[in-house]
Antibody, heavy 120, light 107 residues
Framework: QVQLQQWGAGLLKPSETLSLTCAVY????????WSWIRQTPGRGLEWIGE???????NYNPSLKSRVTISVDTSKNQFSLKVDSVTAADTAVYYC??????????????WGQGTRVTVSS | SYVLTQPPSVSVAPGKTARIACGGN??????VHWYQQKSGQAPVLVIY???DRPSGVPERFSGSNSGNSATLTINRVEAGDEADYYC??????????FGGGTKLTVL
């Protein structure tokens, strides 16, 4: 049974870099895509991007220019960086496992979430 | 981008049936997944592939998908089902959009 635990800085100033890490416990690290999703009251749930164990990445086109997702297979961890944050990046950020099937995929399970606030 | 539309809220009495819709252009040609999010918690998968239930999800939860609308149905609603529910698809290219969410209130 896969479990995810995430951590990272919760308070940032505008123009700083958001950095979060998610550790995967209790299951295979290969065979899935490892995703980041954020949630705000205004935009709801928004998929940010994902990576697999071999480093293949997919990004939401609306965020692609500022987002980097990386993987450390030796630690069964993956990470998110968002450059040049603004108040609009204030959200609860989740890591999640994406089960991939041809032409679809769903998220199960999710990490506990990290609230990130961007404020001067 | 592919847009999923959900009603903001649905109210139902205990023991009755709740139906939560998720609209999208030809959504019946896509595979729809549903999540339950209780207050202060992370979302949890309750239906995948339109109508499949993960282990541990009660049989009261079911899903269907046809035409321009998918539906999450919760039979014999309980107080513990009160939560926000979100639908999600793969848009066929490079995005995994979610619906705006529906708040289920148990009266």
């Amino acid at each position: 049974q896969v479990q995810l635990q995430q951590w990272g800085a919760g308070l940032l100033k505008p123009s700083e870099t958001l950095s979060l890490t998610c550790a995967v416990y209790g299951g295979s690290f290969s065979g899935f895509y490892w995703s980041w999703i954020r949630q705000t009251p205004g935009r709801g749930l928004e998929w940010i991007g994902e990576i697999n164990h071999s480093g293949s990445v997919n990004y939401n086109p609306s965020l692609k220019s500022r987002v980097t997702i990386s993987v450390d297979t030796s630690k069964n961890q993956f990470s998110l960086k968002v450059d040049s944050v603004t108040a609009a990046d204030t959200a609860v950020y989740y890591c999640a496992t994406r089960i991939v099937v041809v032409d679809t995929g769903w998220f199960d399970p999710w990490g506990q979430g990290t609230r990130v606030t961007v404020s001067s | 981008s592919y847009v999923l539309t959900q009603p903001p809220s649905v109210s139902v009495a205990p023991g009755k049936t709740a139906r939560i819709a998720c609209g999208g252009n030809n959504i019946g040609t896509k595979s729809v997944h549903w999540y339950q999010q209780k207050s202060g918690q992370a979302p949890v998968l309750v239906i995948y592939h339109d109508s499949d239930r993960p282990s541990g999800v009660p049989e009261r939860f079911s899903g269907s998908n046809s035409g321009n609308s998918a539906t999450l149905t919760i039979n014999r609603v309980e107080a513990g089902d009160e939560a926000d529910y979100y639908c999600q698809v793969w848009d066929g290219s490079n995005d995994l959009p979610f619906g705006g969410g529906t708040k289920l209130t148990v009266l």
